[in-house]
């Protein structure tokens, strides 16, 4: 089966949403999404979105100083200019859709996060995700000329060079994508005169993440199959706050319960942020989720503490009511007892490399959101920025998309339909949870917070040895989403491995104990694959 679109986009987060709700104005539009349409890393959320100026003491220039501080000299400062000098309109456009954030007295409250110089955080308690979200969906759901296809996950990209074959001094366009029915177990043909990857992140790389079960880096390992350029792979945004807890693997404390007063520290109840930085609890994230990972390495416990009990109950209970709501049913009352917490995979600052408009280095293709590296975040993103970029950049990328002249002539009868006859079913599914488990457990233990050069190596030797076998068994037994999610995240366990190995320094979330100091002579450049 084949269905013909003006725009395919692929992920339901804000990025992907925000610009199906645009597009659909434009021309028919199909929205994929592997889970269901609430299902995305944007869902989870709780911090907020940045936006400048919405005080009196704030202003575009100092939001985007703040953001180059903490992309640590690898940000495009044009790039950030340009995003940040927008974040007013976009908020002005959420609101029209419907998403309310908190007020007081009539006045926007804003909070302030690590790395921000002022409070510049627009939310809606600690679910802003949800609430922006939510309230996209019912607008989508309303607008004409968009399809959505929950549980459809795309498996390859559709270029012209892959079918028609590469040519000199021909650039390479994308068609569409192959894409599973997880339902049926069908393959279809989505073609289309634009792909727009919304995919997100890609937490599950490691052991320990705050990202939902989708985030498998599906859009980065389609990209780079299909040939895209992909860059700055190694930095990898660890939050220093996931709740460490039995009964709940991926549970965020936002960084907004520090920018609030809470206070980080050890199991012996001593604050020790003040050793690491000026900033002490306040100091970005890179910096926190390093001296909490030193702290835990020299004591040899598994966790911290984060500590809100100094302030008052009302107030915590108002601020944060959904941390508050899932401590206390997991036992904890964080009014009157601290949070166990330790680092996680958040965010990844790298990417699909795409201009300021989003496109990547094959025609028609862009990125949108956590899966694109537009220069943005550089080394490290400032706290509550990633929203921000997704409604930005999903406005920019429709606006190259119809400066485009005419629809493409998609040469639909030299593209051949899924074949998968020679296939033998998956009978031992153990293999592939395996594999899973050895790929996350070989990341977070040598690909983590810190790194060293024989921690990488050894890292990418026994990859290559799992991702052989992962390659074999994809080509051998029936598709399926699981071996589909495999197949991608030891791509970009690979991606990330040999950035992080061609980077002979520390700069932003990227640490190497083997060369603990920046190297701006060598090294301030972006790492392209």
Known sequence: MSSIFDFLVIGS????????IRASKFGKVALITKDKLIESNSLYAQGGIAASPLSLQDSVEKHVEDTLKAGDGLCNPEVVKEIISESKSAIEELISWGVEFDKENGEFSLAKEGGHSERRILHRGDYTGQEIQTKLIETLLKSKNVEVFENHMAI??????????KRDGVEDECYGAYVLNKKTGDIEIF?????????GGAGKVYLITSNPDTATGDGVAMARRAGAKIANMEFY???????YHHKEKNFLISEAVRGEGGILRTKDGEPFMKKYHPLRDLAPRDVVARAIDTELKKSGAEHVYLDLTHLPKDFIIKRFPKIYQRCLELGIDITSEPIPVA???HFMCGGVLTDSYGETTISRLFAIGEVAYTGFH???????????????????????CLEYPKKIQIPKEDIPPWKSEKTIPQDEKIL????????????????????????LNRAYERLSIIKRDVMEDYWKYYISADLIELRNIAIVAELIITSAMARKESRGTHFNIDYPFKNDIDFRRDTII
């Not at 987060?13 to 199906?20: D, H, N």
């Not at 945004?237 to 709740?243: A, I, K, M, N, S």
């Not at 550089?378 to 921000?388: E, H, M, Q, T, Y």
């Open 191 to 199: 073609f289309s005169n634009f792909v727009i990857l919304a995919t």
């Open 156 to 165: 390859d990209l559709i270029t012209k060079f892959k079918f028609i074959g």
């Open 237 to 243: 945004q660890f939050h220093p706050t996931v709740l």
């Open 13 to 20: 987060g804000l990025a992907g949403i925000s610009f199906a």
């Open 432 to 455: 592939i949870s395996h594999a899973w488990d050895e790929i996350r457990r070989l990341m977070w233990n040598y690909v983590g917070v810190v790194r060293s050069d024989k921690r």
């Open 378 to 400: 550089g080394a490290n993103r400032l706290a509550s920025n990633s929203l921000l970029e997704c409604i930005v950049m999903s406005k920019r990328a429709l606006k190259k």
């Open 343 to 345: 680092p996680g995979a």
